[in-house]
């Protein structure tokens, strides 16, 4: 008898990047069809479709890759983690910005990622839980973090990085700050906050991580926590700072952690993966070690598994 094909499926974001993948799709789809899968090929229709579509076909196909940005990956995350599924996952990255795939050092070109996951080396990669939701690789609030949900997906094709920075540079006249506690594994900070991220990245729209030995399936997050600038020169030192990737200021708290949370008397925007995470008084994040199974290949060598 012949041999019984693997079953894929492919969830492709047409709108991500600048459309690239329209032009590479049936190279990309030769490539798995060549590789003995069967691909069942869903082009997303609206928000939260990915995530529809990884969670009902969790269990049955064998491999689930997409194609888009962050937030795509995301919804297919999400999906196989509501559905306490271990099907592996093969990224192709056609965002904008691809933190996550620039963190793995994964290759540009979408024929060359589609070669990648057909070896099918697998990658145990942590996954964040948020409350009662899931992200990849960030969680954020404050200065700058609503950027990437309210640019337009027609500026970020045309502008690319460019659009965040000059949508952002809008917000620098107006800087709110939130009075939060947070606690994290016996430590505990209170302040007025004008920025929070916590990682598993080693860079986020562009900023590299100030902690420079980030493992991403160390079951710990890198924690990014900037209180409010108490002058403009002082808020000059923190961009300088994030650029540089230094963390020597005093109002810049930098530490690594498996949980953390975080209480506010008012409700605060959170992003996830470049999305509207919600509006939040508390916040509970924990690190949910090597959850992905992530095939890939990187062009660098990664940190092996513990």
């Given amino acids: 008898m012949p041999e019984k094909k693997k079953?894929?499926?492919?969830?492709?974001?047409?709108?991500?990047?600048?459309?690239?993948i329209r032009i590479a799709l049936l190279d990309v789809v030769d490539i798995f069809t060549r590789h003995g899968y069967e691909v069942i090929i869903h082009p997303t229709q609206k928000s939260?479709?990915?995530l529809e579509k990884a969670r009902e076909y969790a269990d049955k196909v064998d491999?689930?890759?997409?194609?888009?940005?962050?937030?795509?990956?995301?919804?297919?995350?999400?999906?196989?983690?509501?559905?306490?599924?271990?099907?592996?996952?093969?990224?192709?990255?056609?965002?904008?910005?691809?933190?996550?795939?620039?963190?793995?050092f994964m290759p540009k070109d979408p024929k060359a990622v589609a070669e990648n996951i057909m070896?099918?080396?697998?990658?145990?990669?942590?996954?964040?839980?948020?409350?009662?939701?899931t992200f990849t690789y960030v969680a954020a609030f404050g200065l700058f973090t609503d950027v990437s949900y309210q640019t337009s997906q027609d500026l970020k094709n045309i502008l690319g990085h460019l659009a965040y920075v000059l949508e952002g540079a809008k917000r620098l006249l107006d800087i709110k700050s939130y009075h939060m506690v947070v606690e994290s594994n016996g430590r505990k900070l209170?302040?007025?906050?004008?920025?929070?991220?916590?990682?598993?990245?080693?860079?986020?729209?562009?900023?590299k991580n100030l902690s420079h030995d980030v493992d991403m399936n160390d079951g710990l997050f890198e924690v990014t926590l900037i209180e409010m600038?108490?002058?403009?020169?002082?808020?000059?030192?923190?961009?300088?700072?994030?650029?540089?990737?230094?963390?020597?200021?005093?109002?810049?708290?930098?530490?690594?952690?498996?949980?953390?949370?975080?209480?506010?008397?008012?409700?605060?925007?959170?992003?996830?993966?470049?999305?509207?995470?919600?509006?939040?008084?508390?916040?509970?994040?924990?690190?949910?070690?090597?959850?992905?199974?992530?095939?890939?290949?990187?062009?660098?060598?990664?940190?092996?598994?513990p």
């Fill in 119 to 133: 070896q099918e080396n697998v990658y145990r990669c942590d996954v964040g839980r948020f409350n009662h939701q």
């Fill in 7 to 20: 079953r894929m499926l492919f969830i492709v974001n047409p709108k991500a990047g600048t459309g690239r």
């Fill in 48 to 50: 939260k479709d990915g």
């Fill in 63 to 104: 491999l689930i890759v997409c194609s888009g940005g962050d937030g795509t990956l995301d919804e297919v995350v999400t999906g196989l983690m509501q559905a306490h599924s271990r099907t592996p996952v093969g990224y192709i990255p056609m965002g904008s910005t691809n933190d996550f795939a620039n963190s793995l």
């Fill in 190 to 207: 209170e302040s007025d906050f004008v920025y929070g991220m916590v990682t598993n990245s080693r860079s986020v729209g562009g900023f």
């Fill in 229 to 305: 600038p108490r002058n403009p020169m002082e808020l000059q030192q923190i961009v300088s700072a994030l650029l540089a990737a230094e963390d020597d200021l005093e109002i810049v708290h930098t530490f690594k952690t498996n949980k953390i949370s975080f209480t506010c008397k008012e409700t605060v925007p959170w992003t996830l993966d470049g999305e509207f995470g919600g509006d939040h008084l508390n916040v509970e994040i924990e690190n949910h070690r090597q959850a992905l199974n992530l095939y890939l290949t990187s062009t660098k060598q990664l940190p092996s598994e």
